[in-house]
């Protein structure tokens, strides 16, 4: 009988993302046949039966993958200590239990994947080689050619080097810049912080696409199901990294 990694069988359940399943075991959250477990590289197999905060977990529910373009003014976890409205309250029609892969901040707008995968999640957003991130971003100010320079070479942000990433500008509208920004890394508020950085204050913020999947016209607070040929080509992208 295949024996695989507590956190992974967690993940492959759809629990949620295997870093996340590492969390809730360390939690003392998850037990297997009855015992709590705390040790994450604790080995289970099919016949083991593992739950989490009581609830049994199985291997059987259908994986989904959903695209939501998400409006500003929603969180991207499911509680939020401040009672703010969730992308959850929008893919209510959803039966099965996803959760966004990486975050969009409340204040942002655009491209979110929700899935239940939990080991798609894990691929895609690994931080060793996180997938490309498109997004508009309307800035304060014109940035000048200096400015541009250092935000494509990688900049400090707090303790932290950014990777080179691409930023061009779009239009300029009174004072102020469109520009489309690239990234592959998911730093917590990292597009803003970077604009800042180069002084240039992000006034609005949307993401259209993640790797080739584009937001395209979904509606804004609308969500549809991924296409085959996205998904496919999502997976692809997660092997080649695997590999
Ligand atoms: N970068 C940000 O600053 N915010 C987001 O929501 C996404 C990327």
């Known amino acids: 009988m295949v024996e695989v990694r507590l956190q992974k069988y967690l993940a492959e359940c759809g629990v949620a993302s295997r870093r996340k399943s590492e969390e809730l075991i360390k939690?003392?959250?998850?037990?297997?046949?009855?015992?709590?477990?705390?040790?994450?590289?604790?080995?289970?197999?099919?016949?083991?039966?593992?739950?989490?905060?009581?609830?049994?977990?199985?291997?059987?529910?259908?994986?989904?993958?959903?695209?939501?373009?998400?409006?500003?003014?929603?969180?991207?976890?499911?509680?939020?200590?401040?009672?703010?409205?969730?992308?959850?309250?929008?893919?209510?029609?959803?039966?099965?239990?996803?959760y966004p892969v990486g975050r969009l901040d409340y204040d942002t707008s655009g491209l979110l994947i929700l899935t239940n995968d939990g080991e798609l999640t894990y691929h895609l957003t690994h931080p060793k080689h996180e997938i490309e991130k498109v997004y508009n971003a309307f800035i304060e100010g014109v940035p000048t050619e200096e400015e541009i320079k250092r935000f494509q070479e990688?900049?400090?942000?707090?303790?932290?080097?950014?990777?080179?990433?691409?930023?061009?500008?779009?239009k300029k509208e009174n004072r102020n810049t469109w520009v489309e920004i690239?990234?592959?890394?998911?730093?917590?508020?990292?597009?803003?912080?970077?604009?800042?950085?180069?002084?240039?204050?992000?006034?609005?913020?949307?993401?259209?696409?993640?790797?080739?999947?584009?937001?395209?016209?979904?509606?804004?607070?609308?969500?549809?199901?991924m296409r085959n040929e996205e998904l496919d080509a999502l997976k692809n992208f997660s092997i080649e990294l695997s590999n």
């Open 27 to 98: 939690s003392g959250q998850v037990a297997i046949n009855g015992k709590v477990v705390t040790e994450l590289g604790t080995k289970v197999s099919e016949k083991d039966e593992v739950t989490v905060e009581g609830r049994l977990v199985s291997q059987t529910e259908q994986k989904v993958y959903v695209l939501l373009n998400k409006p500003t003014g929603y969180v991207t976890t499911v509680k939020d200590q401040f009672g703010r409205a969730s992308v959850v309250d929008l893919i209510k029609e959803i039966r099965e239990r996803v």
């Open 154 to 170: 990688g900049l400090k942000i707090e303790d932290y080097i950014t990777s080179p990433a691409k930023f061009r500008i779009i």
């Open 182 to 225: 690239v990234i592959h890394e998911g730093k917590n508020r990292q597009v803003r912080k970077m604009c800042e950085a180069i002084g240039h204050k992000v006034i609005a913020l949307k993401r259209i696409a993640i790797g080739s999947i584009i937001l395209g016209n979904l509606e804004e607070g609308k969500w549809r199901y």
